[in-house]
């Protein structure tokens, strides 16, 4: 990898009670790169201390020991969070505000003109659907509202790398789906992503690279397809076939390859987020016929 | 708008929506408006409207300075629920935040003093305009509420250190060092030195110098004159009477006053175009009787000598209560930073009554400090208990030294020399202290638990 945009070198992290005594050893030792353009991933069941890192990442928490470098400084250096849009896992607004005016005082805070925040504010509302509530306080919100108020936040400043934990947390499936062309659309665009996430499918779909921690220690690390790939195995997939020509293929595999070649025949499964959309898509459609069941 | 001023406007802003503000305003206008009538209906309307500044104008003012620690504190209520986070992850410095939210506060405290005011002007105009109220009662008020004075205390020499040392050693060994710390005790024998003794039929001449020239001219026949004047024996003669006269002038003014209580005298005026008073006091008992001996200690003979105007004074006033808050508020952000919200409010409220009582808690260290033995256990700590309270009062800045609704009360002025250092102390030392040290431990604090 040229010149990654982030460097994590055998980064640890003790939580100590008030005593100074060590309580938790949130993170032993751990090594990352990520690069300029990416999607990065970031997985682990609670406590494997993702929330730590980007956080470690953030400057919100200190190292114990070992170094990060982010865009080419230091976490604490607040000039470079200029560059950084950060979207937490729980939505930690001020709930008086409505959705216009939180992303206008965000948008202040990173010093933009008036003419532009209120230009992006107005994009991003409409981008994640929130422009019909853009009058509403904050606090009124649905969680997955409160998530789309939240990424739109960490795009406010159109920064170069977007932190986010568990962006489609509460979201529907429609939600998420616009989550994720939204991410693809911010890696079209250069940016690098580091994504949270406890929903593996969303981040199979749009990470490039992915980090499994367990327990504080990296586990995996490497492209998602890499990781993924059965490279023992080999899936063909055609349209309808019928039983006579499944026959006749089986016979030709194992005429070849040897009679002890296992081999799987059976209909290709859609995805659910797939069928789900396409049902609720037919659904929204006038002429669309309607599915289920039938009297 | 600089972040600075985004992260000011969002507490304003809060402020305003939060269903709380609606009660608390109106619980300081009714406590404005209702206070003064605490004043029994036969007060002087001079009495009428000192009940109205200092109930009327002091309750709300106090309201108000709580509301001002609580809502500083409210910082850490913003760490506790992470919504600081999102602030830290921004590029703001720490500084910022703790300023923005300093001058969001000082903003709201404006507003709410401004109402303050407004509601003091109403009830001024209330008590004005009261039927009732004779020619002479309004003369009174003009005089001794509306004109604000500044106090020229008449001179005395200056007490020769050995005699001070004496005086002292003589004290201690009586019953009155006892009771008093060590600075106490010399302020006490300084005093028994600088005081006149005027048995029955005795005068003596007060010089008081540094009158402006528009008062020592003849447009005005006399010269407010405050003092205080003691009988030497208090249990006997509690209540006495003095006599006045100002040098050159025909007429004396013959005083009845209380032992200790300070009293307010028109003498006649006969400054000198250098600007020098002198009057002279006079025990007006029977030379020879057996009338009380007075005592009079020229540091607490003054002349009140008009300085300003009774709006200008006001509006001194209501700013000094202003730069109060405005320190208040940095000390609270400043807690607000490093502790709980409900320790932060302790703490700001712990500050706050040092503030107000700085001076009698540095006379109680000083005599916590004259009094402690010298060795064990129990001294030690009261040696680390008088230091901790000395270091505490050297940090908190004292508001009884310029208390600004009193000076309006009692018509004296604030000068426009006490008014920079209140601005020094209060609202520039005061603010950029604690708002470096709350932003220094800010920066450095961990912003996340282990989950």
């Given at each position: 990898m040229q010149d990654p945009l982030i460097e994590i070198r055998f980064l640890r992290k003790v939580f100590r009670d008030f005593w100074g005594r060590p309580r938790v050893e949130a993170l032993h030792g751990l090594d990352l790169d990520v690069g300029a353009g990416e999607i990065f991933g970031l997985l682990g069941p609670n406590g494997s201390g993702k929330s730590t890192t980007i956080r470690l990442l953030l400057g919100l928490l200190h190292p114990t020991s070992g170094s990060i470098r982010i865009l080419g400084g230091s976490p604490r250096d607040v000039r470079l969070k200029a560059r950084i849009g950060y979207e937490p896992e729980e939505s930690f607004f001020h709930p008086h505000l409505t959705a216009e005016e939180t992303l206008l005082f965000y948008a202040r805070i990173f010093g933009l003109p008036a003419a532009t925040a209120r230009t992006r504010a107005t994009h991003l509302l409409g981008l994640l659907g929130l422009s019909p509530a853009r009058a509403r306080p904050v606090g009124e919100f649905s969680k997955g509202m409160l998530r789309r108020i939240g990424l739109a936040q960490a795009l406010i400043n159109d920064p170069e790398l977007v932190i986010l934990d568990e962006p489609t947390a509460g979201m529907d499936p429609i939600g998420t789906r616009e989550v994720k062309d939204l991410l693809r659309d911010l890696k079209r665009r250069g940016k690098t992503v580091i994504l949270s996430s406890h929903l593996l499918a969303d981040v199979e779909d749009v990470c490039d690279r992915i980090c499994i921690l367990h327990e504080g220690r990296r586990r995996a690390l490497g492209p998602v397809r890499a990781l993924l790939e059965e490279d023992q195995r080999t899936q063909i997939v055609t349209d309808r076939l019928s039983p006579g020509t499944i026959e006749a293929v089986l016979a030709l595999l194992r005429d070849r390859e040897g009679p002890g070649l296992r081999v799987d025949v059976g209909a290709p499964s859609t995805r659910l987020e797939d069928f789900f959309l396409r049902t609720v898509a037919r659904r929204d459609s006038p002429s669309g016929p309607p599915e289920g069941a039938r009297p | 708008m600089s972040p600075l001023l985004a992260v000011a406007r969002n507490f304003c802003r809060e402020v305003q929506r939060r269903a709380t503000t609606a009660p608390f305003i109106l619980m300081i206008l009714l406590s404005s408006a209702l206070l003064p009538r605490l004043a029994g209906e036969d007060s002087s309307l001079q009495a009428r409207l000192q009940v109205a500044v200092t109930y009327g104008v002091g309750f709300p003012v106090f309201l108000i300075a709580l509301f001002t620690i609580a809502a500083a504190a409210g910082l850490a209520r913003e760490i506790e629920s992470k919504r600081i986070q999102l602030l830290v992850t921004k590029p703001l410095p720490a500084w910022q935040i703790l300023a923005g939210r300093l001058i969001g506060v000082a903003a709201v405290d404006t507003l709410l003093l401004g109402l303050v005011l407004a509601s003091f002007a109403v009830q001024v105009r209330i008590e004005m305009a009261r039927a009732s109220r004779t020619p002479e009662e309004t003369a009174q008020a003009v005089e001794r509420f509306f004109t604000p004075r500044a106090g020229i205390p008449a001179e005395s020499t200056p007490s020769d250190p050995q005699r001070v040392r004496a005086v002292m050693e003589a004290l201690r060994s009586g019953d009155a060092g006892a009771f008093e710390s060590e600075g106490g005790l010399e302020a006490v024998a300084r005093a028994v030195l600088r005081r006149r003794t005027l048995p029955p039929g005795a005068s003596t001449e007060l010089v008081v110098r540094g009158i402006p020239q528009a008062h020592a001219?003849?447009?005005?026949s006399s010269i407010l004159v405050e003092f205080v004047a003691h009988s030497q024996d208090p249990s006997a003669e509690p209540r006495f009477e003095l006599e006045w006269s100002a040098a050159g002038s025909a007429g004396a003014v013959v005083s009845r006053a209380l032992h200790g209580v300070p009293q307010q005298i028109a003498v006649p005026l006969a400054a000198g175009p250098d600007g020098t008073l002198r009057i002279t006091a006079r025990?007006?008992?029977?030379?020879?009787?057996n009338g009380p001996t007075l005592l009079l200690d020229p540091l607490q003979v003054e002349a009140l000598v008009p300085e300003g105007s009774f709006v200008r004074n006001v509006a001194s006033a209501f700013f000094v209560v202003l730069l109060e808050c405005w320190f208040l508020a940095a000390a609270s952000v400043c807690l607000g930073a490093i502790f709980t919200f409900p320790t932060s409010v302790l703490t700001g409220l712990f500050v706050y009554g040092a503030a107000l009582s700085a001076g009698f808690l540095r006379e109680t260290l000083d005599l916590f400090a004259a009094d402690a033995h010298s060795s064990g256990i129990l001294p030690s700590l009261e040696s680390w208990l008088v230091a901790l309270g000395s270091g505490v009062l050297r940090v908190v800045p004292s508001f009884a030294r310029l208390d600004p609704l009193e000076r309006v009360a009692a018509a004296r002025s604030i000068a426009p020399a006490e008014l920079g250092a209140a601005i020094g102390s209060l609202g520039v030392l005061g603010a950029a202290i604690p708002v470096a040290a709350g932003a220094w431990i800010l920066r450095r604090r961990e912003l996340g638990r282990a989950e």
């Open positions: - | 001219a003849a447009e005005q025990n007006p008992a029977a030379k020879g009787g």
